[in-house]
């Protein structure tokens, strides 16, 4: 049985995240990239909380490929909307 | 708010150790090997007749693989996320379509509100982790008092809702009012919908940990909860992103 450390160092690294993403919101840098980093950073978080909280990481692999697949999927297809839309 | 005490740093199962190390021998290897193996938590006179308990063969010898709950739970759980991207794509969509309305949609809201709401999950979504932990480890009644913080915190985000819903109305923003609006109210609905489905799941949570034995179907459950429970602050992590930060 694996330590609790990690997932603990993922919590607050998560809550130091958040209000990382709050201070890009505020209109730091241009749009595109600040929004750009907003998905980014976001997704990451989403991985972390899967492999970390939920235990993916110690999954089957079909299951952490189809995880770690829908993370790369979704959030190339949001950044992808942003920037062709914009 | 009152927390339980865990001292993270000397605390053995939180480090990984077997409570049966350090317990007085309170506990027999039958619970430990059953820990590992999702066997019933009991003291067996015969433990001493079982086989170990299968290992992928690794040299640090730990248990296989396995999927966290059931595999139905995370069917479902696949699912949500796919239905969600669908909805983050929309979202994304007629934002480029009409960056101004969705702009100013954004900054209406209160930013510290959210903020707050993405704290408060993943606080309650850590103390989901410790909770099983210690139940995995034969200590479910300390195990239940995290997931009491844990329903605590998800309490704690539906007062924050209403108070945000509240005062966008208030302010004359409603569901209605454009397409941002729209966007804001059926998806944070649709979210605060599976947090509040979440909630009872925690309360089931909190009454099985304070059982005094428990079986492989119990754990199995908790483990699916605690899975439910962490989808709930993984999609709110999206949505926060894409209402209050994406310009």
């Known amino acids: 049985m694996t330590s609790i450390r990690p997932a603990a ?5 998560l ?3 958040a209000l990382l993403n709050a201070w890009l919101g505020e209109g730091h ?5 600040a929004a750009v980093a907003v998905i980014v950073i976001a997704f990451v978080k989403v ?7 939920m235990e993916v990481r110690g999954a089957p692999l079909p299951l952490r490929v189809i995880f770690d697949a ?4 979704v959030s190339c297809a949001l950044i992808g909307i942003y920037l062709i839309g914009t | 708010m009152s927390t339980p005490s865990w001292p993270a740093a000397e605390d053995p199962v939180l480090n990984g150790q077997v409570p049966g190390e350090q317990a007085g021998g309170h506990s027999t290897a039958a619970q430990a090997a059953g820990a590992a193996t999702g066997e019933l938590f009991f003291k067996d006179p015969f433990a001493h007749t079982y086989a170990k308990p299968k290992t992928s063969g690794a ?15 995370w069917v479902f759980v696949l699912g949500d996320m796919c239905a ?8 994304v969509l007629t934002r480029t379509q009409q960056p101004a309305v969705f702009e100013l949609g954004r900054r209406s809201l209160t930013l510290a509100l959210g903020t707050i ?3 408060l999950l993943l606080t309650g979504s850590f103390m989901v982790v410790v909770g099983l932990r210690y139940v995995r480890r034969l200590r479910q009644r300390i195990g239940s008092r995290f997931f009491a913080v844990a329903l605590f915190c998800g309490l704690c985000f539906v007062g924050n809702k209403v108070i945000e819903y509240h005062g966008l109305i208030h302010d004359g923003h409603k569901p209605a009012s454009n397409d941002f609006y729209t966007y804001f109210f059926m998806f944070t609905g649709v979210h605060l919908l599976h947090l509040t489905l979440g909630l009872g799941g925690l309360g089931f949570m909190v009454k099985t940990a304070r059982k005094p034995a428990i079986a492989a179907r119990d754990l199995r459950n908790l483990e699916a909860l605690a899975t439910y429970w962490h989808l709930i602050d993984l999609l709110w992590i999206v949505l926060f992103a894409l209402l209050y930060l994406l310009r």
């Not at chain 1, 160092?9 to 690294?13: D, G, L």
């Not at chain 2, 969600?84 to 979202?91: D, M, N």
């Open chain 1, 9 to 13: 160092i993922v919590w607050v690294a």
């Open chain 1, 15 to 17: 809550m130091t995240s």
């Open chain 1, 29 to 33: 840098g241009p749009a595109k990239v």
């Open chain 1, 47 to 53: 991985r972390l909380v899967g492999h970390y909280f």
């Open chain 1, 70 to 73: 829908y993370i790369g999927v």
């Open chain 2, 59 to 73: 040299p640090n010898g730990r248990p296989r693989s396995h999927v966290p709950g059931e595999v139905g739970i």
């Open chain 2, 84 to 91: 969600f991207a669908l909805f983050f794509s929309v979202f």
């Open chain 2, 117 to 119: 709401n993405t704290l």
